[in-house]
């Protein structure tokens, strides 16, 4: 279109201009923008971490109690009470558990009026204390110094007599789309515990004569192709059973309900890289790092009894939807 009072070119030459100039400013403002980028590196874009979340899988236990551990590793200077107030301090931060103090489970053992040795004590000692679980530990194997290593078992009693052992994989969302973020470590120890239940059904027993190989052939014989024993354990047993009309018969059992054991060290890469992301997500302000953690033996324990917890509750369906986290490298949050 001709703009009046103009020639013929130089309209066209005006509306050039008007189409160019859009497209000179959206160039200016890329490149001041992403010089705006260059110059600040990456403080702009945040650090994104997924910090992991445990709570308490087991609605029947709520109140515990922790003991003082029992050292019985090489190193005479561990205490107990310092393994006991660091395993106790982690399991209070779990949603769902009430933790009984420590100071009062020592004053109530000296009441108790007898040593604990069997599983059977420690049941009456739980309910002594009026709690649902006592956890009993011990230390197997420690050294103080660089690269420090501490070996650790723990033995949870239930009150109640009835509440029989929870395999690890119990509540686990298995046959589900969940299932693929099940950590493969627990995949593993339900199977090989699954496995050894099932061979238990298979062992002979003890003080009973062995049959002849002719009588063995003989009870083959009748035995139908593919059957199994009535008690055979199989994977529904992972999936816990619904509710019924009447409570189930009374069974007592002794042993512990959930136990674990498991050794850490500090020259282990997956060890150190689970305590830098530790760290990560403390605010601590003091000099060294997540690498100061392996000089400073209260804090290499307390680490350890954090990834035992978490084991422990994760491999019986304690893990919880990560959080997500959005950190920019500024100020405190710089890492």
């Not at 197997?140 to 949870?156: E, H, I």
């Not at 589900?176 to 515990?193: F, L, M, N």
């Not at 060294?288 to 369906?317: K, M, N, P, V």
């Amino acid at each position: 279109m001709r703009v009046p009072g103009t020639s013929q070119r130089e309209s066209d030459n005006l509306s050039v201009g008007r189409t160019a100039c859009p497209q000179r400013a959206a160039v200016w403002w890329g490149l001041m923008w992403g010089s705006l980028v260059m110059a600040s590196g990456c403080a702009l874009f945040p650090d994104i971490r997924h910090k992991p979340q445990v709570i308490n899988p087991f609605p029947q236990i709520e109140s515990v109690a922790v003991l003082p551990f029992f050292n019985q590793s090489e190193e005479p200077t561990l205490s107990g009470e310092r393994v006991a107030l660091a395993y106790m301090n982690e399991l209070q931060q779990i949603r769902g558990f009430e933790v009984l103090p420590l100071g009062a489970v020592k004053v109530k053992l000296q009441e108790f009026g007898r040593p604990l040795t069997t599983g059977e004590d420690f049941q009456s000692f739980a309910q002594f204390l009026g709690v649902d679980a006592v956890l009993v530990g011990s230390v197997t194997d420690y050294d103080p110094y660089y690269p420090p290593r501490m070996t650790m078992k723990v033995n949870w009693y239930a009150a109640n007599p009835a509440f029989h052992p929870i395999p690890v994989g119990y509540g686990i969302p298995w046959g589900t789309k969940e299932e693929k973020k099940i950590p493969r470590w627990v995949h593993y120890e339900a199977q090989r515990e699954l496995a050894a239940e099932q061979l238990k059904t298979q062992e002979p027993v003890m003080g009973e004569l062995n049959a002849s190989q002719e009588e063995w052939a003989a009870i083959v014989a009748h035995e139908v192709d593919g059957q199994l024993p009535p008690d055979w354990p199989d994977p529904n047993g992972f999936i816990p059973d619904g509710p019924v009309p009447t409570p189930p018969p009374m069974r007592p059992q002794h042993a512990p309900i959930i136990s674990h054991m498991r050794s850490f060290n500090g020259h282990d890469e997956d060890f150190t890289e689970q305590l830098a992301e530790y760290f990560y997500f403390r605010d601590d302000a003091r000099f060294g790092g997540w690498q100061a953690y392996l000089q400073r033996s209260e804090d290499f324990i307390r680490f350890c009894c954090y990834l035992h917890l978490h084991e422990t509750l994760i491999a019986r369906g304690g893990r919880d939807k990560s959080r997500l986290i959005l950190r920019w490298p500024i100020d405190r949050y710089s890492r």
